[in-house]
């Protein structure tokens, strides 16, 4: 019997080696955040029917998670917002694509039982949900609706809620600057809802907006991420033009608070059996299968 694995396990454990494994544990803590959990998506729904609601002069797409800028395929999600005068909104190009290859497979086959598994696999871990990918945002007013799609196995629980677009408060870094899609950006920082955040915005784009629910500042946000690096967003094209703002039907969508929002989809992604009701069919228990999450917004303030 070979026992070289059980004299390298009896060695005493050095400094140098404690420090490999807290290195090594933080670096498995990122890849799994890097995943946003083990939820799977439901199958693509179809673009189904739209209502043109107004017309956007500027569309900016935003790499997710990226692990490399340059490789649509490493990103989580590419994030667009369409921005107009009275009315943006905030979705997802990666949905977008699947709902429209739905839409094309489903009419040349009609009685199709299923649909091909690529569909819902765009992007980095594609087949997996996540919150951020599975919302559209409606800016107007001075007031945000969000549409949040919930992952499968608890569709019951989509929703959408309406609050108010409440800046965050940022403080700029006048002497710090960077290049971002070929527009030089300046740096600003706040803490917002439990995390700090860095953002970099184009003073010479007049646009007080930017990625997820981000705005406020003296031009577009460009680029973003919290202090951890949980989650990071970067654009990577900008458009000017006349841009349709298309809104669905959202059947069977109902209202409801975004606290009561984010805690299930707080609770799909850290145990999406026990979320989802799912039960032993011998015993009739809750399953569970908790999985390590952490949300973007830690507190609700």
Request: hydrophobic share 35%; glycine share 8%; aromatic share 12%.
């Amino acid at each position: 019997m070979d026992n070289s694995w059980t004299s390298q396990a009896a060695k005493p454990i050095t400094a140098r080696m404690i420090l490999i494994l807290f290195l090594l544990a933080i670096c498995i803590g990122a890849s799994a955040q890097q995943k946003q959990g083990h939820v799977r998506r439901p199958r693509p729904r179809g673009v189904g029917k739209t209502t043109i609601v107004g017309q956007a002069q500027l569309e900016v797409e935003y790499a997710l998670n990226a692990t490399d800028i340059h490789n649509p395929d490493t990103y989580l999600d590419l994030h667009v917002l369409r921005a107009g005068k009275h009315l943006s909104k905030h979705y997802s190009r990666f949905l977008e694509q699947g709902d429209s290859l739905y839409d094309a497979y489903m009419k040349a086959n009609p009685h199709a039982e299923g649909v091909p598994s690529t569909f819902y696999t765009i992007g980095r871990e594609g087949q997996y949900w996540s919150e951020y990918q599975s919302t559209e945002i409606f800016t107007e007013g001075g007031r945000q609706t969000f549409y949040a799609w919930m992952p499968w196995a608890m569709e019951r629980y989509n929703a959408y809620y309406t609050e108010p677009a409440t800046p965050q408060q940022w403080t700029l870094s006048s002497g710090e600057a960077t290049d971002v899609c070929g527009y030089r950006c300046q740096r600003a920082t706040c803490r917002w809802r439990g995390r700090d955040f860095v953002a970099w915005f184009a003073p010479d784009i007049p646009v007080r907006l930017g990625p997820w629910a981000f705005g406020g500042l003296p031009g577009l946000i460009l680029k973003l991420y919290d202090a951890d690096r949980l989650y990071s967003w970067e654009a990577v094209s900008l458009r000017s033009g006349s841009f349709p703002i298309a809104k669905r039907q959202y059947e069977g969508f109902r209202k409801d608070r975004r606290e009561h929002v984010r805690k299930l989809q707080v609770m799909a992604n850290r145990d999406h059996l026990k979320a989802g009701g799912a039960r032993d069919r011998a015993t009739g228990a809750l399953k569970s299968s908790p999985h390590p999450y952490e949300p973007l917004e830690l507190t609700e303030q």
